[in-house]
């Protein structure tokens, strides 16, 4: 189904907001439950949060809870991150994929695959 493009990563300091965006092909897109993951280097992949393709159920990553919001357009074939109330700790390279088979909100990242190069976030004072 190809891969994806993330982009909206930036250098910002705590406290700040940023929206990430992941835009695929309608064949990617569609149907697909979509996530974001982030890792920094030296670490593994570690989940963001997931969303279903139409939208109605949602999963967040414990360190995000209350602070990300994961949302989409399936009319624009995009995926959003809202990202509030950034930490030092959000510092990472974030990717978007979709899972290789099935429809749920996995969170483990060895069920996802269509990665795109990824976006960077630096959270610093």
């Known amino acids: 189904q190809g891969q994806v493009v993330e982009s909206g990563g930036k250098s910002v300091q705590p406290g700040d907001s940023l929206k990430l965006s992941c835009v695929g092909s309608?064949?990617?897109?569609?149907?697909?439950?979509m996530g974001w993951f982030r890792q920094v280097s030296g670490k593994e992949r570690e989940f963001v949060a997931a969303?279903?393709?139409?939208?109605?159920?949602?999963l967040l990553g414990d360190p995000v809870k209350g602070r990300f919001t994961i949302s989409r357009d399936n009319s624009k074939n995009t995926i959003w991150l809202q990202m509030n109330n950034l930490k030092p700790e959000d510092t990472a390279v974030y990717y978007c994929?979709?899972?290789?088979?099935?429809?749920?909100?996995?969170?483990?990242?060895?069920?996802?695959?269509?990665w795109g190069q990824g976006t960077q976030v630096t959270v610093a004072s």
């Open positions: 994929g979709y899972p290789a088979s099935g429809l749920d909100l996995y969170s483990d990242p060895a069920y996802w695959t269509g």
């Open positions: 969303i279903k393709w139409l939208g109605d159920s949602t």
């Open positions: 309608e064949r990617t897109i569609r149907r697909h439950t």
